[in-house]
């Protein structure tokens, strides 16, 4: 069966973004967090469309996702980069991609 496959963003990357993306603050009545609202900045396809996001990070950049590389292993298989606005990277390796394969 042929289908998307989304291997998303790099443990790194999403390390990074744990640490510096900005939180929303608490409900003030049961003190859970809401999901942080994610500007959407772009769109890539396979069989469907998917959103790109904008994360807001704690000391004003943001950082933005994008597609890094798309190969074929009985669909389309999706790896998402992660640029900061100062321009350093989260990427995945040609090794990390093709043992995902």
């Not at 990277?89 to 995902?100: D, G, S, Y």
Request: hydrophobic letters at 35%.
């Amino acid at each position: 069966m042929r289908c998307d496959q989304s291997c998303g963003l790099t443990k790194e990357a999403v390390a990074f973004l744990e640490a510096h993306e900005v939180q929303p603050d608490p409900c003030p009545c049961c003190h859970r967090t809401y999901p942080s609202p994610l500007e959407v900045i772009g769109h890539y396809n396979g069989f469907d469309e998917y959103a790109l996001f904008r994360h807001k990070l704690q000391d004003g950049r943001y950082a933005d996702e994008f597609l890094q590389s798309q190969p074929w292993s009985s669909g389309p298989v999706a790896f998402i980069g992660l640029r900061l606005s100062d321009g350093q990277e989260f990427l995945w390796t040609e090794e990390e991609i093709n043992q995902a394969l």
